[in-house]
């Protein structure tokens, strides 16, 4: 099996772009020395806020082959919300990239004043030490560690304020998250045969059952991909034909129009896509799909949460999702829980009493797999865990045959409306490279902020996108490039309230984000 790169790794001298499992171990291997040299020991907090790719995965790695404790923190995350995670962890290590590093707080303070060192993968920072100063020392041996430690801390969504710290065990993240990853079911999962291309924000949770399942399932050829615009990602799939894409929402968003003009036949050989980390849109979808000329195209769409690992799964096919064009898409679909490993059920938010099949309610999941708390916050954690069972704060309804359909998060929900559903019917009529978010405010009609390629709006088109729908708000129209999102992609929509609508209310209460 072979892994291809879209760009070298930042922990790589050589620069290498074609690696097979050796390689990768040979620089787990080296990084652990690298770490050790900088200082590092067992039970020591190793902060990885970096650009994204796959070298984060590695870097975890290593820290944990000498007992350390990695804390992933996505690149994206901006630097007044970075300073507050790294102040609860007190990381003994801070291995960052030089524009990372040089960025100033609100407050003036810069990111190696949070560690007892900083080190830096691709440039000279004051206070800080280069990987050419610990790498080519000893490697350390192994240190194993039981299956109910600590092994890795990752952060949450963050769509509504500073994320939490998720702590993960072996036990959680290896005995029961990668277990579920690691089954053989063919048509959906990956075959031997197949060139998987993987976009991710490499420092989740789902990276690392990502490459347990991998190494398992043993594909053909990996491309390991960093970014998603159309100058890498189309003479990469021209060159090496991906059978099997993974990606999440805002890259696909981002590949969009290259798979509508279908240049060069990019997703010509893809027999399954699928969509991870928020809900897809049927436009999204579609194209896809119809990019693809593959007898029979799946689109398999995930549904989870950082702190359960996959609670439900759906598969889409084309004629599918070329039907719901012409209807109403109703509820989002997200599927069935996985037997034997998942138990879903939907309850009344105040009362937690299960109500029948066909109401709206709190989504509630029982499974091995959540994961042991909140990294020095446990009354959020336990704010959110119902005994043996997680409240995942999204609002949905279980239909007679046991599948479930989300129609928002709590937070947002207005009581017989669905956003989320809104949301799919108006972007399906309005051009690629548009994105909405409709936020419901107590009193008065749904606000929609409408981010378009150029920040204007077609206003004909915009009749046409929300003919047949509840009243809504004068649209708010704002570029593209300026709808804030998280480290995963995802909207923020308080930051959205914050900057239009002067902090207005919630239907709901929010307990639960």
């Not at 399932?217 to 991909?225: D, E, Q």
């Not at 996985?338 to 937690?352: A, I, N, R, S, Y």
């Amino acid at each position: 099996m072979l892994f291809r790169l879209s760009r070298p790794m930042d922990i790589d001298p050589a620069s290498q772009k074609i690696l097979d499992i050796a390689a990768f171990a040979e620089c787990v291997r080296n990084t652990a020395g690298a770490l050790y040299a900088a200082g590092v020991r067992p039970g020591d907090r190793v902060a990885v806020y970096k650009e994204n790719h796959f070298d984060c995965l590695l870097l975890a790695a290593a820290g944990i082959r000498i007992g350390a404790i990695p804390v992933m923190l996505s690149g994206l995350l901006p630097p007044d919300t970075v300073r507050p995670l790294l102040k609860r962890v007190e990381p003994k290590l801070l291995v960052s990239n030089l524009r990372l590093l040089e960025e100033k707080g609100s407050d003036g303070s810069s990111l190696p004043s949070f560690a007892a060192q900083t080190l830096c993968l691709d440039g000279d920072v004051p206070n800080a030490i280069t990987l050419g100063d610990v790498l080519g020392g000893p490697e350390p041996s192994p240190v194993p560690r039981r299956g109910d430690e600590l092994m890795m801390l990752t952060h949450t969504s963050g769509t509504t304020g500073i994320p939490k710290l998720i702590m993960y065990t072996p036990d959680k993240l290896q005995g029961q998250m990668a277990r579920l990853e690691c089954r053989h079911l063919p048509p959906i999962t990956d075959r031997r045969n197949d060139t998987v291309a993987m976009f991710l924000p490499w420092v989740h949770a789902r990276a690392f059952t990502w490459i347990y399942s991998t190494l398992t399932l043993s594909p053909a050829k990996v491309l390991l991909m960093s970014e998603s615009s159309a100058e890498v990602v189309g003479p990469m799939f021209q060159q090496h034909r991906p059978t099997v894409i993974e990606a999440l929402p805002i890259d696909f968003l981002q590949m969009e129009k290259l798979a509508s003009e279908n240049k060069g036949d990019a997703f010509s050989s893809v027999r399954m896509f699928v969509g991870n980390f928020d809900a897809m849109r049927w436009s999204t979808i579609r194209t896809f799909l119809n990019a693809s000329k593959h007898r029979f195209p799946v689109w398999r769409e995930g549904y989870g949460q950082s702190e359960t690992g996959g609670m439900g799964m759906t598969a889409i096919t084309r004629y599918r999702a070329n039907k719901r064009r012409d209807q109403m898409p109703g509820p989002r679909k997200v599927g069935r829980p996985m037997p034997g490993f998942v138990q879903l059920k939907v309850v009344d938010p105040e009362t937690f009493k299960e109500v029948p099949n066909g109401r709206p309610g709190l989504v509630l999941a029982l499974t091995k797999a959540r994961c042991v708390g909140y990294y020095q916050e446990p009354e959020r954690w336990q704010e959110k865990a119902v005994g043996d069972w997680w409240n995942t704060g999204d609002i949905g309804v279980k239909t007679r045959t046991g599948a479930l359909k989300l129609l928002d998060r709590e937070v947002n929900y207005v009581s017989g409306a669905s956003c989320l559903e809104q949301e799919d019917v108006i972007v399906d009529y309005l051009p690629i490279g548009h994105e909405v978010a409709l936020l419901p405010v107590p009193d008065g009609p749904p606000v929609v902020v409408v981010a378009t390629p150029d920040g204007q709006l077609d206003r004909k088109l915009w009749k046409k996108a929300v003919r047949g729908l509840p009243e809504l708000a004068e649209p708010i129209v704002i570029d593209f490039k300026d709808m804030p999102r998280t480290g995963t992609g995802k909207i923020l929509r308080e930051e959205l309230r914050r900057r239009y609508l002067s902090g207005a209310g919630h239907p709901g209460t929010g307990r639960w984000t």
